[in-house]
């Protein structure tokens, strides 16, 4: 299936969280396709240098803003979007105990408040979603048709709950309302631009690296992720984006690797004299994951490009270069 560019020049796009890690990568791609796009963005787990090379291109406006208190009065929002990217959410599990009342709003209230403004304007509201939405999963790999296992009052269950709150808001709102939405469901993305102390695997593991320090694996490391570099889930973002897909559609890649075969790979890549350390996991945390990409490469054509050794050695390399 080939899809057609659908935004473009002329095309005003709201995206919100957009000074965020993937986010931000959206938005260079839009602003490069000529479209307008405004971000909305409150900075809780952002940050302005993301998004400081925009600042000053007539086709980009910041607005700073919690999505969840709704849309501020403000020029930028007052006009028709023909696109809404509901991208706003912390996302690292270590942002599930510090922010959990925050991720609860942003992924239930602030989604309402968004898919309301979709349907005034007819706009195509795309949302951010996750592969928390499988919980710990007793299907592998993950198909969109599994409905997943999750724990509803567990540690991680204001992320993958307010998640799974959206999703079915979304489908709620195309059904009964109309709206042209799409659902796209992210498993593990890393690359430039992620914070260093944000408690993720590859971000710790990469400055633990750098800087000699013991590598620390949760568990046995046994547990294994799907790792996906970030241009390769904005290209499939951006092939929903102009699709007519409502989705859910899985994004990722299935290169699966254990955390601690992830250790070594990057103790190895940073040429680095680490060792690995086990210590205590979190509870709740996901035994295995990896996307089934079918329906991704049937209705997208998305086929996800940069190894895992590729897109961590440039990772490797943001974060060398920032640690000066
Ligand atoms: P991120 O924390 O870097 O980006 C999130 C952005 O949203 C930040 O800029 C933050 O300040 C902003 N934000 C949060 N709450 C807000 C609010 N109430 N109002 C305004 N702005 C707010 O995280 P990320 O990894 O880039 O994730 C981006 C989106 O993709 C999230 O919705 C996340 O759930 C989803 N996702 C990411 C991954 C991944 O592997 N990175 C996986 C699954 C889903
Ligand atoms: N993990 C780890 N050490 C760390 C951070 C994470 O071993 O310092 C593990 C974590 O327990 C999980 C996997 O790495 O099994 C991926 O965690 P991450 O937070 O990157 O993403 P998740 O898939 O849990 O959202």
């Known amino acids: 299936m080939k899809v057609e560019q659908r935004f473009g020049p002329g095309h005003r796009i709201l995206v919100t969280g957009g000074a965020g890690f993937v986010p931000s ?22 940050a302005k240098e993301n998004i400081a090379h925009l600042l000053d291109i007539p086709t980009f406006t910041l607005v700073e803003a919690d999505v969840s208190d709704g849309l501020p009065a403000h020029p930028a929002l007052a006009e028709r979007f023909d696109a809404i990217l509901h991208m706003a959410s912390p996302a690292s599990p270590t942002d599930f105990e510090k922010l959990p009342v925050e991720i609860l709003r942003v992924g239930s209230v602030a989604t309402l408040h968004l898919l309301e403004r979709a349907t005034v304007d007819g706009a195509r509201f795309l949302l951010a979603s996750t592969s ?52 796209v469901r992210i ?36 547990q294994t992720r799907s790792i996906c570099y970030v241009a390769d889930l904005v290209r499939g973002i951006l092939l929903l984006l102009d699709s007519t897909e409502s989705g859910p559609v899985n994004c990722g890649t299935e290169h699966e690797m254990s955390m601690r075969e992830l250790a070594e790979t990057i103790i190895s890549l940073c040429e680095s004299k680490s060792e690995v350390t086990y210590v205590t996991r979190a509870a709740d945390d996901p035994e295995m994951r990896r996307p089934d990409l079918t329906l991704a490469r049937a209705a997208l054509g998305y086929e996800p490009a940069v190894t895992p050794e590729v897109g961590l050695q440039r990772t490797i390399e943001h974060f060398r270069g920032r640690m000066g």
């Not at 430039?192 to 695997?201: L, V």
């Open 25 to 46: 990568h959206l938005v260079d791609s839009l602003i490069g396709r000529g479209c307008t796009v405004v971000v909305l963005d409150n900075f809780v787990t952002g």
């Open 187 to 222: 498993f593990n993305t890393y690359g430039p631009r992620m914070r260093p102390d944000d408690g993720r695997a590859i971000p710790t593991f990469v400055s633990q690296a750098l800087r000699g320090e013991p590598i620390t694996v949760h568990g046995t490391g046994d």
């Open 132 to 183: 928390e939405a499988y919980g710990d999963p007793k299907e592998h790999p993950q198909r969109e048709t599994y409905w997943g296992n999750v724990n509803p009052v567990g540690i991680r269950s204001v992320y993958d709950e307010a998640k799974r709150f959206s999703e079915a808001a979304t489908m709620a709102y195309r059904r009964s309302r109309g709206v042209d939405t799409a659902i």
